[in-house]
């Protein structure tokens, strides 16, 4: 297929601005060192909200990684250089996660703590895609199925395992674990392998998908969504297997609902999984005609997701840096040591409607950086190694 699939660029651009919300707030919320915002104990709707959102950036980015990788290998019907591509590209992402985008979110020149997250769960997942690869699409989203449904029996496993060495292999490919390997050096997963990699094999198989018409498309991407959304409402009443954070009747109706979607990503479960990606369907479905300024607009973004990822983490940190000057803190008052981003000690950040209106003007300022680079990749494509950001 030689055009692009528009929505796809728009609701990869739509998650990517959605996104940097929740990392303007991890670094600059007045709370967001101290209190988790889906502590329905601590929480308030809006701040609950702002968290949720971003819930669904993480899974349909790399579902639709899956998807493009997909699109890209019937460009090419050649499995070994579709190979070897998915294998240099996944390794080249996992490089980027350990070295500039680690320091673009702690800011700790000493790389005293490593997280490894979203670009390098997508990095090793495309590796293991590329040794998929001779399979049917077919074959490798039953695959997919198999772990969405499944790893959520694995990941609940209590990994109290004596070998250090086996514990962090195991927590690397099933379960979110910390690491402290010395007093001075810790190691944060996040996004283990296995689970992520459910989701993008689910992405590769629904490429098939997109080669349908726009209107066998659209039917059948809002039937799965529809029916992701009611398996999960029919699970979660239930709520006997899917998720280990188990809803419970709250204060109120608005608290007991926050309880009923408060659903777990680290690792992403089989509940969180149906929620975000069913969403994901629908908005597909409903904007896979759509042509309008807006979309347009968003599509920007969704063209250079890995651009955007790079320099929005840069952008909001300088950001975070001048509030943080602005409330009257000098350098040496900055601690950049693990999970402190630089914030001071002590009460400093600001309110949810001052996050809001700084994310807003960082997605516009974004916005100019993000049509450029998409228009030079446009007006280069002879150049291979674009393809790698």
Known sequence: MDKRIHSIDFVRGLVMIIMAIDHVRDLMHVSSLSDDPTNLATTTPFLFFTRFITHFCAPTFVFLSGTSAYLSFKKQLDIKANQKFLLSRGLWLILLEYTIINFGIWFNIHFSIIMSQVIGAIGFSFILLAALLRLAPKKIGIIGLIIVFGHDLVTQLPFAIENPVLRFIASYLFASNLFQVTPHFTFLISYPIIPWLGIMLLGYASGLIFELS????????????????????????????????????????????????????????????????????????????????????????????LFYYLIHWYL?????????????????????????????????GVELPMIYLIWLLIVIVLFPLCKWYGDYKMAHKENKWLRYL
């Open 214 to 305: 726009p209107e066998k498309r659209k039917k059948l991407l809002f039937q799965i969504g529809i029916s992701m959304l009611v398996l999960f409402t029919a699970l979660r009443w239930i709520d006997i297997y899917g998720d280990g954070a188990k809803w419970s009747v709250q204060k109120d109706a608005v608290f007991t609902f926050l309880s009923f979607i408060n659903l777990s990503k680290y690792p992403p479960s089989l509940f969180y999984t149906l929620v975000t990606l069913g969403v994901m369907m629908l908005v597909l479905a409903s904007v896979d005609s759509l042509k309008n300024k807006f979309v347009q607009i968003i599509t920007v973004y969704g063209k250079v997701p």
């Open 316 to 348: 909001v940190h300088i950001t975070m840096i001048i509030v943080m000057f602005l409330q009257g803190f000098t350098w040496k008052e900055m601690d950049f040591g693990p999970f402190a981003f630089g914030r001071p000690k002590g009460i400093s």
